[in-house]
């Protein structure tokens, strides 16, 4: 701990010595939704819910525009995470994205576990696992907040926020339709039409993204894995009838039909060959999926709806009430292979339930000498995560305990010899065995805040900031699981897993807390602000329940793991002037009760790894020496972790899940007119990341090295901006890597290993009116 004591004082003075530089912004547009994006290098933000330049927010903000986007050719949000310091997303399927920011991850599915990052949609949390992924189409902007926010993001936002605001209608006629091609016939159709007047105005948008498996699977009864097919669609509904109101209806629907993931084993081979993650795989799955898992392949279906109505009104002078209403329905259903291998042994399916929805209700205050908010906000979830398994008994039996001496569970020639374990095992009274089980773990919960934050204006120079959110919840949890014994042993087939007869546990519990956050802006010189800021963030308590049997009785588990609360102590210096633009900020964590998932026997929870903490920086700058050419570059470091203490047990001097040490970025942006209303734009950009374990405990076998990506989106404009072509490859030197590890098959011993993306390159074709 003294030696990041002596490193936090260290960057504190290098913090007050060396200020980073933004570039000068231009006035904001009168129009909100055209305040809301790029003006020169400077984003308009409404990350304190009202609209500020990012320069002007007293707290650590990395802040995207649509525009910037495609500049960089991002299409989804873990893509646009190699670029933020600081955030890091792993989509191992769309149904379980795992969101970090600075080194702390939320990416549980159980139903009773209470996320840490708030994503929001529209001023709408979603942050429920399982229903969170949201394609990023048509977007004005997005917003990455680091740091605990409970009083302007909800108590979910424990250790930060992410905001999606998607592009709303506007007076005028206007349209986009773009579609690409590249390898492994990937093809994307999508665009928006825009029709309008300033009393009302209607904005449809879509994308459709269709693309072979880049994992090639030998199963002959299963598609190539990591195949892709997805379908959003959004309508966007503006009204106006005065310049002091405005209603805004959102509905979305987003579909996955993608292929399976490829959960690859390394110690069970394929005929190909040894296992191997950057090869070929064989992955049968189950012959009776249909019937047990949901699904006759691998795969994923999945379908959310969302709608979204907000009002904004100006009720009299310097006032505004805001109204935001959601909901959120989710359903997905996802088969997958745990064991990586050709063996009916660890065949699983996920069925991920539910619905949320919210209303918040906030009264602005915008004066010369103070602005401030307070309002209230309801939410609630009813949902469920129903994972069924599908094994074949005598396969199960000698893949897992070798129980016929000398018959391995895969030959190295790739053959499954298990399977002729139950034939052995029951001497030729029968040859295959089906078993099946299924645990589900359900949800219900409901939260009730106030909040009020307020910012006092002591000067032109001198703003400060306090806020509080007083939270009441309630969080109820049940557990059912049918656990039959084995036919061929007599006993359960996976050790620890409980039937509970058909009875469905419940417990429940109710909890309060209070979220404070205190900030200082100081404005050293024009455009040259630093600031200061200590907050509260707090992961809910987890109604752990399950099931165990005592003296012979099933009864029900129940184990509260207590609330995992962080103090967050940052500083940083922002600025705006000349050519450059940039922040710089540093900041300090503590951690009690911080909650890691475990999972053992193919059922996951929660429990309390004790305390830990965070130490980190990131910088962000760009330099535009021409109106042409930008040049831009980000970095982040954390020294973060479980602390090493004795009382942490197996997780003392962990490093956090997920969690790289440094992470960066660097590139450049051309766009430069060549004449007769044509432009030529390059973006070319390198991202870093170092070493990271998939697991706590670390394990150095579950991890990945460090690994730099070179991207390059370019190509050429004409007809004054009307066409566009241009040129894409991401991971331009095809560099293997592994995005996740470990895996269901790590609890029973046989941890599987997923590939990150090849070289992916194609072109695209854009027409605009």
Excluded at 252 to 276: E, H, K
Excluded at 466 to 494: C, M, Q
Excluded at 658 to 680: H, K, M
């Amino acid at each position: 701990m003294n030696r990041r004591l002596r490193l936090l004082a260290l960057l504190l003075c290098g913090t007050a010595a060396t200020p980073v530089l933004a570039q000068t912004a231009p006035a904001p547009a009168a129009d909100p939704v055209e305040a809301a994006t790029d003006l020169g290098d400077t984003i308009i933000v409404t990350a304190q819910k009202i609209e500020q330049r990012a320069v002007d927010v007293p707290i650590t903000i990395s802040a995207t525009s649509g525009a910037r986007l495609k500049q960089l050719g991002v299409s989804d949000l873990d893509e646009l995470s190699n670029y933020i310091p600081g955030l890091n997303i792993q989509e191992q399927s769309a149904n379980n994205p795992g969101i970090v920011i600075r080194g702390i991850t939320s990416d549980s599915g159980s139903a009773q576990q209470a996320p840490r990052i708030t994503l929001y949609y529209n001023g709408v949390d979603i942050s429920r696992s399982r229903g969170s992924y949201q394609d990023i189409y048509d977007v004005e902007r997005i917003e990455v907040i680091k740091g605990p926010q409970a009083t302007l993001f909800g108590t979910a936002s424990a250790v930060g926020a992410i905001s999606i605001i998607s592009a709303r209608p506007k007076p005028g006629l206007s349209g986009e339709a773009y579609g690409s091609y590249g390898n492994y016939d990937a093809t994307v159709l999508g665009g928006f039409l825009n029709v309008g007047s300033d009393k009302i105005a209607a904005r449809v948008a879509f994308a459709w993204k269709k693309r072979d498996g880049y994992v090639t699977n030998l199963a002959p009864n299963q598609d190539d894995l990591y195949r892709q097919d997805q379908l959003g669609i959004r309508g966007s509904l503006r009204f106006t009838p005065s310049e002091r109101f405005t209603a805004d209806l959102i509905l979305t629907y987003d579909r996955q039909r993608n292929s399976g993931t490829p959960f690859i084993s390394r110690v069970l081979p394929t005929t190909a060959g040894p296992g191997n993650p950057f090869g070929v795989a064989h992955l049968g799955g189950s012959p009776v999926s249909a019937a047990v898992l949901g699904a006759e392949k691998l795969g994923l279906n999945r379908d959310v709806y969302d709608a979204n109505l907000t009002f904004s009104w100006d009720i009299a002078d310097d006032w505004t009430l805001t109204m935001v209403n959601g909901y959120r329905d989710f359903n997905s259903n996802e088969v997958f292979d745990a064991d990586g291998s050709a063996a009916w042994y660890l065949e699983f399916a996920e069925e991920a339930v539910g619905w949320q929805a919210s209303h918040e209700t906030r009264f602005a205050y915008n004066s010369e000498s103070f602005r401030g908010s307070f309002g209230w906000n309801l939410f609630r979830e009813d949902s469920f995560q129903r994972v069924p398994f599908s094994t074949e008994e005598g396969t199960y039996l000698q893949c897992a305990a070798r129980l016929v001496p000398g018959l391995a569970c895969i030959n190295s020639a790739g053959v499954v010899t298990a399977s002729q374990a139950t034939a052995i095992l029951t001497r030729g009274a029968a040859t295959t065995i089906p078993y099946s089980s299924t645990f589900e773990n359900q949800g219900k919960n409901d939260s009730y805040s106030m909040f009020a934050d307020g910012t006092w204006i002591a000067s032109p120079s001198l703003e400060l900031t306090a806020g509080i959110r007083a939270l009441i919840e309630k969080r109820r949890s049940g557990f059912i699981a049918r656990a039959p014994n084995s036919v061929i042993t007599g006993a359960p087939l996976i050790p620890g897993q409980i039937d509970t007869g058909g009875r469905t546990f419940r417990n429940e519990d109710s909890f309060q807390a209070f979220l404070p956050r205190f900030n200082v802006l100081y404005r050293f010189a024009p455009g040259v602000n630093g600031f200061a800021t200590v907050s509260k963030g707090r992961r809910s308590p987890t109604v752990n329940l399950g099931a165990a049997r005592v003296n012979g009785v099933v009864v029900a588990n129940s184990q509260a793991v207590p609330e995992e609360n962080v103090w967050n102590y940052e500083v940083g210096l922002k600025a705006a002037t000349g050519i450059f633009s940039g922040s710089l900020g540093v900041y300090y964590q503590t951690y009690d009760n911080f909650q890691v998932t475990v999972t053992e026997n193919a059922v996951t929870r929660t429990v309390s790894a004790g305390s830990a903490s965070n130490l980190g920086v990131e910088a962000e700058v760009q330099v535009q020496p021409t109106s042409w050419l930008n040049i831009f570059a980000n970095v982040g470091y954390i020294d973060g972790g479980i602390d090493d203490k004795a009382e942490n047990g197996n997780f003392t001097g962990d490093k956090f899940r997920l969690q790289p040490e440094v992470q960066g970025a660097a590139g450049f942006t051309i766009d430069a007119p060549i004449g007769n209303g044509a432009r030529i734009f390059a973006t070319p950009s390198v991202t870093y990341r170092s070493r990271i374990f998939f697991e706590v405990p670390n394990n150095p076998l579950i991890s990945q090295k460090a690994v730099t990506l070179v991207n390059l989106r370019a190509g050429v404009a004409f007809a004054d901006d009307r066409i566009e072509i241009a040129g894409f490859a991401r991971n331009l030197t095809n560099q293997d890597y592994l995005l996740d590890a470990g895996n269901t098959g790590g609890s029973f011993g046989i941890p599987t290993f997923i590939p990150g993306e090849p070289r992916f390159y194609g072109v695209q074709i854009t027409g605009r009116f």
